[in-house]
């Protein structure tokens, strides 16, 4: 089966005014274009998730790919199409996916089975949902989404007007295994479900050389967690290359648009442990979405991009044409990734992957100043909750002094209006996700406000954030920090709705 229209008998081929174009190895270009997703059948899957080999540093590389069945990454389709297909494990080991951003999606649809179970190797799983509109994606929900298990899930919102359409996924990159990584960490997996085989077909626990890493590291230091706790700090991993769209800002995706128009990026930060901010140098722009919902737009010189959140960008073409690049510069460092917008004939200058300067420290500035576009109806909240995140020796990391596992579920009924409010002493900014859910923004540091609507939401070291939700879908949804070494160790407890 394919992407089906809703409430439409007859299987109908997506048409969105533009779809995904590339190859099974790189995005090259990720454009949204016309054109008919081909129908998957029983033999042809909706989605399927293997291996390929991408380059990055002059270095083959394999890594994880989901393609469709015409070969391109992820999914493209429009508003009110459905999700109803296949999707097939060929990949070397069991597979759970997530689909994150989706909120129709029953329980046994975010999670394949309520045990948490994994997709055996070479068998499918059966799915049938509403797409959610904008711009989401799907991961696999273990670490193996650091070998780039991940890809688009975008619907194209009715409103979206006739703008080129490019996306761009974001990704932190090492040649060591992410169990290698772990293991720098200090940490220990909680979740039996990740000890699988990588995409090179060996054992992803196997101990590999140690590579360049530097662990929990200041900005711009080296340094194992064995510093001091409670020293604040943006990254805790150190990465071979950063990507966009598979491909380093020295060698960069060049995607070709026309002169005085305007682009819609739809940016996904796909990163397993890195916090991004995102500029257009040279074009301006602004937001209007985040984590696929519609806000008020605002502008800024760069926007925060924590792990598992998205952000979509209008970007003003000049008149006179050139190259535009947009670009990815990590959170606390001078690294940098992107990708080029170039109109025909431009003249694209060599760009280098390191800044002048380290860029600063992810906060709630940004958040402060977004306003949903459609917020949640005034009620007073029927359950408020404080979460206390945690970090402890051993890099081990808690939600209210529990790691997963440990962990006493968020028990709710169904209708509920749930206000939650995080509290972070730790020594890391931590991006929550909830699940099967858009909540809202509804203070910062205790200042109310009409935020915006989210499913990741940045919260800083000692800065309060509190979200509100209604509880709208029967099920148990995870709720855990996106830092995925984190989230590995014990950062993750459950919203139980009866």
């Not at 083959?60 to 508003?79: D, H, I, Q, S, T």
């Not at 306003?371 to 009620?379: E, F, Q």
């Not at 923004?441 to 919260?459: E, Q």
Request: net charge neutral; hydrophobic share 40%; charged share 20%.
């Amino acid at each position: 089966m394919t992407v089906t229209k809703m409430n439409n008998n007859t299987l109908t081929r997506v048409l969105s005014r533009r779809a995904f174009l590339g190859s099974s190895a790189a995005f090259a270009g990720a454009t949204l274009a016309q054109g008919a997703l081909p129908a998957a059948s029983a033999s042809n899957p909706l989605l399927t998730v293997g291996s390929r080999t991408i380059e990055v540093l002059g270095r083959a590389a394999k890594v994880f790919g989901v393609v469709g069945p015409n070969g391109a990454p992820g999914l493209a389709a429009r508003e009110g199409d459905r999700f109803s297909g296949s999707l097939l494990n060929a990949s070397t080991g069991p597979l759970q996916m997530h689909w994150h951003g989706q909120v129709k999606a029953p329980f046994d649809q975010d999670r394949a089975r309520p045990d948490g179970g994994a997709l055996a190797i070479g068998q499918s799983d059966k799915h049938d949902f509403e797409l959610t509109p904008g711009t989401h994606w799907m991961h696999s929900h273990t670490l193996s989404e650091q070998q780039l298990l991940a890809a688009p899930m975008v619907t194209r919102e009715k409103d979206a007007g006739d703008l080129q359409e490019v996306v761009i996924m974001l990704h932190d990159f090492a040649f060591r295994t992410p169990q290698e990584i772990l293991a720098e960490l200090g940490g220990t997996d909680a979740h039996a479900s990740d000890r699988r085989q990588g995409p090179t077909g060996r054992s992803a626990a196997t101990p590999m050389q140690h590579g360049p890493g530097m662990m929990h590291s200041m900005p711009g230091q080296g340094g194992g967690h064995m510093m001091m706790m409670g020293m604040l700090h943006a990254n805790d991993v150190r990465y071979d290359a950063y990507l966009a769209n598979d491909r380093t800002l020295t060698d960069p995706d060049v995607v070709k648009v026309d002169k005085a128009t305007r682009v819609r990026l739809r940016i996904i930060n796909g990163a397993t442990a890195t916090a991004f901010f995102i500029s257009t140098p040279g074009a301006s722009s602004e937001c209007v979405a985040v984590d696929g919902s519609p806000c008020q737009p605002v502008t800024a010189q760069a926007y925060p991009l924590a792990q598992g959140q998205r952000i979509d960008l209008i970007v003003a073409i000049p008149a006179g044409g050139g190259a535009f690049p947009v670009l990815a510069q990590v959170e606390g460092e001078r690294f940098v990734t992107g990708i080029v917008l170039a109109t025909t004939g431009s003249s694209i200058k060599k760009l280098l992957a390191v800044a002048d300067q380290p860029q600063s420290m992810v906060d709630a500035t940004f958040e402060a100043r977004l306003r949903a576009a459609s917020p949640l109806p005034a009620k007073r909240a029927d359950r408020s909750y404080m979460i206390m995140l945690g970090e402890e020796p051993g890099y081990r990391w808690t939600i209210n002094g529990r790691i997963h596992g440990e962990h006493e579920p968020f028990a709710v009924r169904q209708g509920d209006r749930v206000e939650m409010t995080f509290m972070n002493p730790t020594s890391m900014m931590h991006p929550m996700h909830l699940h099967g859910h858009h909540f809202q923004i509804v203070g910062i540091r205790g200042r109310l406000l009409a935020g915006a609507m989210r499913d990741t939401v940045i919260v800083p070291p000692h800065l309060p954030v509190t979200i509100a939700f209604d509880a709208r879908h029967k099920g148990s949804w995870f709720l855990h920090c996106h830092h995925l070494y984190h989230m590995a160790t014990g950062m993750m407890t459950e919203l139980k709705i009866s």
